[in-house]
């Protein structure tokens, strides 16, 4: 399996600002993933980073509020803009394998005030 | 109505004990399966894949039932280790669901 790094691992941020996390993998991978996981809830796909094109947002995230990018195979950024209380949640990327299976990075833990 | 739908639990069973969870989904077109495991404030990690033939890994078994559209983990012999959430995931290629996830607890 992948190894798979996030930074920042937890921060605080100022409602009205913007925080990018970034996910580092130690392959090259097709399929990077980017997920959000609120308190006692599941995961939610927020949207499939593309190499070379724009991400596939899920419907209800945009691509003004998390903005994506991926400037190549073993790496990418989520953007969480302009915050509120509300974005406060843990932000997962994964990569999918051969058979699909997805191994996550160890999340962002985010809270705004 | 939800993509995966898993009892959220919690189960609670002593050492030992053998405990079943279930998934259902509702996307018939779904081709991968897998399950999860979830320890508190940590990543999900992949515990198993679950194939039309059922597999087998240790204590652990999946099952799958395409034409009630369910998915079962089998824990037997539970150690106190196996407490967590076990999330059970459906899905085609590029997009999968995640269901709320089972909470396990073992209990000495």
């Known amino acids: 399996s992948a190894v798979i790094s996030q930074k920042p691992s937890r921060d605080i941020c100022q409602r009205g600002t913007s925080l990018t996390i970034q996910c580092q993998v130690d392959?090259?991978?097709?399929?990077m993933f980017w997920y959000r996981q609120q308190p006692g809830q599941s995961l939610t796909l927020i949207a499939t980073?593309?190499?070379?094109?724009?991400?596939?947002?899920e419907s209800g995230f945009v691509i003004d509020k998390f903005p994506i990018s991926r400037p190549n195979l073993t790496f990418s950024t989520l953007t969480v803009s302009n915050m509120s209380p509300e974005d406060s949640s843990i932000y997962l990327c994964?990569?999918?394998?051969?058979?699909?299976?997805?191994?996550f990075g160890p999340g962002t833990r985010l809270t705004v005030t | 109505r939800k993509e995966v739908e898993q009892d959220p639990g919690p189960f609670n069973v002593p050492e030992g004990a053998t405990v079943a969870f279930n998934c259902t989904y509702s996307?018939?077109?779904?081709?991968?399966f897998f399950w999860y495991r979830q320890d508190c404030r940590k990543e999900p990690k992949l515990l198993m894949s679950?194939?039309?033939s059922g597999n087998e890994d240790g204590r652990f078994t999946a099952q799958l039932n395409r034409a009630s559209q369910y998915i079962s983990l089998l824990i037997r012999d539970s150690k106190l280790s196996d407490s967590a959430t076990y999330l059970c995931?459906?899905?085609?290629?590029?997009?999968?669901?995640f269901g709320s996830g089972t909470k396990l607890n073992v209990k000495p």
């Open positions: 980073a593309n190499q070379g094109s724009e991400a596939t947002y």
């Open positions: 994964s990569v999918a394998a051969g058979g699909y299976e997805q191994y």
């Open positions: 995931v459906a899905g085609n290629f590029n997009k999968f669901y």
């Open positions: 996307n018939s077109a779904s081709q991968s």
């Open positions: 679950v194939y039309s």
């Open positions: 392959s090259q991978v097709t399929m």
